[in-house]
C-alpha cells in the first residue's frame, strides 16, 4: 500500500509536469511562501499592533495605585466696598489682586477592591488579544498555504486541459483527413468538433482559475507567484479522530482566547460591585495665597488628610452596571463553550477530510491506470473499425476527469492536513521555523508594563507606521526523492499522462507514440502556466480563423457531398458520384432533399478551420526528483 501510494502521487507529478527539476528561476518553496506572508501580511501587522495596544491596559489599571499629583494657580482683581454706616458719603472701598497656588497629592488607599480587579481584567484582555494574534497569525498561514497548493493545482488542471485539448485537435484533424478520404462522415466531424469546442472552454476556464488563484495567492503572499513545487507532507499528525479532537481542545488558540475573555468578565463583575463600597484616599496640600484675605497679605498653607467617600444613592447607575457585567459574564460563559465545539468540529472535519482525501487519491490513482489503458485500446479497436469516433472521445473525456480528480484529491489532502495543523494550534510561525526574527509581545509588555511617563514606546521610535518587505530567507534545498520509490510503467512520463496517438496514425498501423522526451533546453524554461495569462480572443474566434493549406482543394468538395448524403449507411458507395456540375440533376431524389442538402454541404467547411487550434505550442512534460508523501504511507 505504501509503495502504492507513492506511485500514485509521483505519476501525477510526472504527468502535470509542474514538479520538476531546478529551473533557471528556483521554485519558491512552501515554507518560503509563509515566511513572506508572515512578514509582510498586513492583517498579521495589524494584529501584532492590537496586542500592543491592549498592553496599556496593564499601566492604565496600575495607575490607580499610583499617586495622582495635580496643581493649581489663580489670580485676578478684586474691588470690596465697605457701607458700615448706610451712607454713600461715608462708605470705604479697596481694590486688591488676588493669587494662590496649589500643589495637590492624593493617593488611594482603598477602592472598593476596583484597582485589584481592574488589574486582573487587564491582565486576562491582554493574554485574551496575544491568543487572537496566534488564531490571527495560524488563519493567515493556513490561508497561505492553501493558496500555495490551489495555485499548484490550477497550473495541474491547465496543463491537463491543454493537452487534451491538444489531443482532441488531433482527433479532430484525422477526423477531417480520413472524410476527405471517405472514411468519415460529417456527423464524426460535428462531433469532434463539439468535443473540441469543449476542451477549448475547459482550457479557457482553467486559465481563469488560475489568474484568480495567482490573484489570492498575491493578496497573502504579497508579490506574485513564481514556479512552486508540492512539499513534503506535514508530520506530526494525529493519527486518529479522538486524538485530534482532544488536541484541538486542550491547545486551540480560539479556545485559549475564550477562556481569558471570560476570566476579564468575571472581573468585571467586582469592578462594577466596587462602586457600591467607600473609598478611603490619603490627601496633601501645599499652597500660597497672596491678597486673598487683605492688600498686601500672604498666607502659606499646607495640610495632609485622610478622606474616606461613601455612596449613598447614585440614581441606580452602579446596580445597572452590575447587572450588566453578570449578562455579559454569562455571554462570554456560552462563547467559551462554543469555541469548544467549534475547536473540536473543525479538528474532526479536517482529520476525516484529510482521511477521505487519502482514499480519493488511492481510487483515483487506479481510475487514471484504467483509463489511460481504456483510452489506448479505443483507439487501436478504432483503427481496426471496431470502435466509433465517439468512443475514443468518451475515452480521452474519461481520462481528463480520472486526471483531474487526481489532482483535486491531492490539493484538499495537503488543504486539509494544514487545516488540521490549524485546529491543534500547530499552525504558527514558531512550531514551523519559518525563520527568525519571530514577534514576541513580552518586550513591549515589559517596558510599558511600568512605564510612568513617554508618549512613545521604543517600537514606535523603531519601526513607525512603516511596513517594510524583509529579505527573502536562505534558500532552502530539496530533499531528493527516496531510492526505493520508483514510478511503475503505467505510470511513467510516456505511458497515461502523455497524449494519445490519433486514429488515423493507428490506422497506419503505427505503434503507441509516446509523448517524446523533454529535451535539455526545455528543462530550463518554467511551467507555462507559470507565466502570466494574457488576454486571448474568443475560443469560437480562434476555431473560426482562415486555414490556409486547405483552401485549394475544397472547390470541388461541395459538388461532391450531396451524393454521400442520401447514402450514409453505406459510406463507400459515395466514390463514383464525384462529378462538379451533376448537384442539381438527380432527378431521383425527392425535392425536399436538395434545400436540406445545401446547409449540410456549407458546414464541414467552416469547422474545417478549427485546425488552427492545434497550432498552440504543446504543453512541456518534465520529471520529477521532488519528495513525495514520504510520511503518508508511514503511517498508514
Known sequence: MRSR?????????????????????????????????????????????????????????????????????????????????????????????????????????????????????????????????MMTEGGVLSDTAAAYFRLLM??????????????????????????????RTKTDISQAE??????????????????????????????????????????????????????????????????????AARENIKLARGELLPTLAVQGTVGRDIETSTVDSRIDDASVKLVMTMPIFDGGLAYSKTRQARQTHSQSSMTLEKAKRDAAENASKAWDTMTLAKDRIRVNDARVAAAAEALANVSREQSFGTRSLVDVLDARQDLLDSRTALVRARTDLYVAAYQLKLAIGELTAAKLALGEPNYSPKPHYDEVHDKWVGGRSSIDKERGNTVEAPPDPPARQLAPLPSDIAPSPAYSADGPTAAMPSSEQQAAEAPLAATPATPPEAMTTPPPAAQPIKPKPAPMDIEMAPFTPDTTPTPPAPAAAPAPVPELPAPAAPAPAPTPAP??????????????????????????????????????????????????GARE
Open 194 to 263: 463539439t468535443r473540441h469546442a469543449k476542451a477549448v472552454a475547459d482550457r479557457v476556464t482553467a486559465e481563469s482559475d488560475l489568474a484568480t488563484a495567482e490573484a489570492m495567492y498575491r493578496g497573502l503572499v504579497g508579490a506574485d507567484a513564481g514556479p512552486v513545487s508540492l512539499p513534503a507532507f506535514p508530520e506530526a499528525l494525529p493519527a486518529k479522530r479522538e486524538t485530534a479532537i482532544k488536541l484541538a481542545l486542550e491547545s486551540n488558540y480560539g479556545i485559549a482566547a475564550a477562556i481569558y475573555d471570560e476570566k
Open 5 to 133: 501510494t507513492y506511485r500514485s502521487l509521483l505519476a501525477l507529478a510526472v504527468g502535470t509536469g509542474l514538479l520538476g527539476v531546478a529551473f533557471s528561476s528556483r521554485a519558491e518553496t512552501l515554507e518560503e511562501a509563509l515566511y513572506k506572508a508572515y512578514q509582510t501580511n498586513p492583517q498579521i501587522r495589524a494584529g501584532q499592533a492590537l496586542v500592543r495596544a491592549t498592553d496599556e491596559l496593564a499601566p492604565q489599571a496600575l495607575a490607580n495605585w499610583r499617586p495622582t499629583i495635580t496643581a493649581s494657580a489663580e489670580t485676578g482683581w478684586q474691588r470690596l466696598l465697605y457701607d458700615n454706616t448706610k451712607t454713600t458719603a461715608d462708605a470705604t472701598s479697596q481694590t486688591r489682586n488676588p493669587k494662590s497656588v496649589k500643589l495637590t497629592i492624593n493617593e488611594y488607599l482603598y477602592r472598593g477592591g476596583r484597582t485589584i480587579a481592574a488589574t486582573n481584567v487587564a491582565e486576562n484582555k491582554i493574554l485574551a488579544e496575544r491568543a487572537r494574534l
Open 154 to 183: 490550477q497550473r495541474d488542471l491547465l496543463t491537463i486541459t491543454s493537452e487534451s485539448e491538444k489531443g482532441i485537435a488531433e482527433e479532430l484533424s484525422g477526423t477531417k483527413r480520413r472524410f476527405d478520404m471517405g472514411e
Open 583 to 632: 448537384a442539381p440533376t438527380p432527378a431521383p431524389a425527392p425535392a425536399p432533399v436538395k434545400p436540406e442538402a445545401a446547409p449540410k454541404v456549407e458546414q464541414p467547411a467552416p469547422p474545417t478551420k478549427a485546425e488552427t487550434a492545434p497550432a498552440r505550442p504543446a504543453t512541456v512534460l518534465r520529471p520529477s526528483t521532488s519528495p513525495f508523501l514520504a510520511q503518508l
